[in-house]
């Protein structure tokens, strides 16, 4: 059995976009992932252009996770969007809270990403595998590390399969986080999120976003190639390959690469992987 690999996508706002993604989609199906996500912006806003890529995924013979989120949305709209995946053909969910649109009171009849998960499984059975995201550096909203993990751990008993990390660049944090989980009594697979790194500026402002750390060494580095783009892709290739054969000899379940819908950088890790 090869080791199982995913990639996720974002759906592109124009035509040249969409048209690039398809080639970029193309050359990693070489690589035969278990199955690509899409993601879903604030509160639904790319509802459409998430369905449509998934749509041609699953079109492309590959299976398709989309992504789910439930701020602001009622019951009635998730039932029916739920069935609408369904005639699709899709199997698989990664099901989140989401972000909140901006200027957005905290409207909806769903308040974590728990809830929906709960209403998934209430509503459709088995009809979907539901991923959930994980956070190894702990959500960046999160009062405290032992919430972060309960909150978790509430969304493994509502009915989530299995579970992909926010990225990280310390693969420390990943497998503390795992024993914390099984000292909870849960044992649900984590796949890691890897970022492969292609760019200093945009990198830095992600991951301050999302809460991600990147190692002191790492951002002196960054910083000190400047605009040396291919010095910059150079080291990147270096260290996330590294960190990912650190993942995989330490028995992590599968990886999960954010492309942001490039295919270059994906491709080189996993040739020097060997997948």
Not at 20 to 31: D, P, S
Not at 46 to 60: A, D, H
Not at 113 to 139: K, W
Not at 144 to 169: H, M, N, W
């Amino acid at each position: 059995m090869s080791f199982p690999i995913s990639f996720e996508f974002f759906p592109p706002k124009t035509p040249e976009g969409a048209e690039k993604l398809r080639v970029v989609r193309q050359q990693l199906y070489a690589r035969q992932p278990q199955f690509c996500s899409v993601t879903y912006g604030a509160g639904g806003s790319t509802q459409q252009g998430t369905f449509s890529v998934v749509r041609s995924i699953l079109q492309e013979g590959v299976e398709a996770a989309s992504h789910f989120s439930c701020i602001g949305a009622t019951k009635e709209s998730v039932r029916e969007q739920l069935a609408q995946l369904q005639a699709m053909g899709v199997k698989r969910l990664v099901a989140l809270r989401g972000d909140l649109p901006s200027g957005y009171g905290l409207g909806g009849e769903f308040q974590y990403a728990s809830d929906l998960v709960a209403f998934i499984r209430e509503s459709t059975g088995d009809a979907f595998h539901i991923e959930v995201a994980a956070y190894p550096e702990v959500h960046p909203q999160a009062r405290t590390p032992e919430a972060d993990l309960q909150a978790f751990a509430t969304k493994v008993r509502a009915g989530a399969d299995s579970a992909i990390t926010q990225y990280f660049f310390n693969p420390d944090s990943y497998f503390r986080f795992k024993d914390d989980l099984q000292k909870l009594g849960i044992d649900t697979p984590v796949i890691p999120g890897i970022m492969p790194i292609t760019g200093s500026t945009q990198l830095m402002r992600f991951s301050d976003a999302c809460g991600a750390e990147i190692p002191r060494w790492i951002r002196l580095r960054l910083q000190a190639y400047g605009d040396d783009a291919a010095s910059i892709r150079a080291f990147g290739l270096d260290v996330v390959t590294q960190m990912c054969e650190e993942l995989r000899r330490r028995g992590v379940p599968g990886l999960h690469f954010y492309t942001m819908n490039q295919s270059a950088a994906t491709l080189a890790i996993c040739e020097r992987l060997g997948l």
